[in-house]
Structures are given as C-alpha cells and as structure tokens.
C-alpha cells in the first residue's frame, strides 16, 4: 500500500464520514417520518461504501462480504419501513 | 502485500475513490439541505449509483491487478443496488404522497381507478 492510495483512502472514509454525519442529522431532524427512512436509506448506503473501501485498504475479500450482507439487508429494513409508512401494517 | 502495484493502478484507484466520496458528500449536502421531502428524495440516489459505482470499479481494478487475474465479484454490489434501490424508493415515494394526501397538502390527487369491464 503506497503512501498515495492510503492517503486517497483516508480522504475518502473522511468524505463518507461527513456524509453520514450529515444523513443523521437529517434522521434526527427531519420533519415527517419518511424523511427519517431516507435518512436510514442513506446511512445504510454509506456504509457498504465504506466496507468496500476497507476491503481495498486491507486487500481482504471478508469485507466484501460484509458490504453484500449490509447491502441486501439494509434494503429489506428500508422496504419493511417505507411499507409500513403506506399501509400501516407490514404483513397484510 | 508481495509485489507493489504499478504507480498509474494506484492511481486510478486513489482517483475512482476520491470521486466516489465527494459525490457521497455531494448526496449528503444535498439530502441536507433541500426543502421538501420530493426534492430530497433525488440526491441520495447519487449515492447508490455512481458513487457505488466508483467504488466497485476502484475495487475490480485493484484485486484485479493484486491477484493477476480478473476479479469481477464486487459487480454484484451494483446488481444488487439497481435492484433494491428503486424499489425502495417508489415505494418510499408512495409513502409519502398517502401521507400528503391524507394532510391535505398540495400535492396531485389519486388516478381514478378504471372498472374493469363485466364479461358479456
């Protein structure tokens, strides 16, 4: 790992650090809770994109892995959260 | 690591992920800072999609040049993400236009649902 690559790395996780910041910002704050299930959307984004930062910054495939397992289950809480905001129930 | 990587992978790599964060930031700013529920909708997306796809190329490339043979699974992230990701949001949007409609916000009415037609 050369000085430049961990370098770019270390400015990207800051970037995606900020970003995150920010989407709990709007989690807390937002105004209607439809607002805060896009806030969680994003948050759950940012950190599959920060696992697979992390499996370039330590040449491992297990982060890879992690950033699958973020992905695929950060959508089923989005989906449950939003269906429950349309129906008010989730298992019709 | 054994062998040290060519400069120009680096970077391109270091490249590929410096874009990615600065559009996340770019989402961020954006998901922050709009008015209206519709319109902030738009900017996360930026996340998911190029962003996401910044970093799996960065990634794709670099185990790629690392292991001397193509290394294709973080493909799986994007197909993963262009299929969950819309789904979430048309049905975060539908979410949110009940909710509007049921406060009696200005926002466009339900469409007529059509009858279907009785067999003759």
Redesign the interface.
Known sequence: ??T??A???V??????S???A??V??LLRG?????R???L??LY??G??VM??L??RF?S?MY?VV??LI??FG?VG??AL??F??RGELIE | ?ST??P?WI??F???L??A???L??T???G??RYGN?FQ??HP?TL??TL??AC??L??II??SA?ERLPAL??L??NV??AL??P??TV??A???L??AREANADVPPALAVQEPQPPD
């Open positions: 790992m050369s430049l690559l370098a770019a790395i400015v990207t996780l800051a970037c995606y900020l970003a995150m920010l989407a910002v709007r105004p209607g809770a439809q607002d299930v896009l806030g959307d994003f984004v940012n599959m994109l697979l930062v499996s370039i040449a495939n890879f950033a699958l992905a695929l959508f989005s989906a939003a269906k905001l349309l | 690591m040290p990587l400069l680096e970077v790599v270091a490249l992920l410096l990615s964060g600065a996340a930031l989402g961020a700013i998901l922050f529920f902030r909708m996360p996340a998911a962003a996401a970093v799996t960065a990634s670099f185990f690392l699974y973080p799986l992230i993963l993400l969950t990701s789904v979430t049905l975060l539908r979410a949110a009940q909710r």
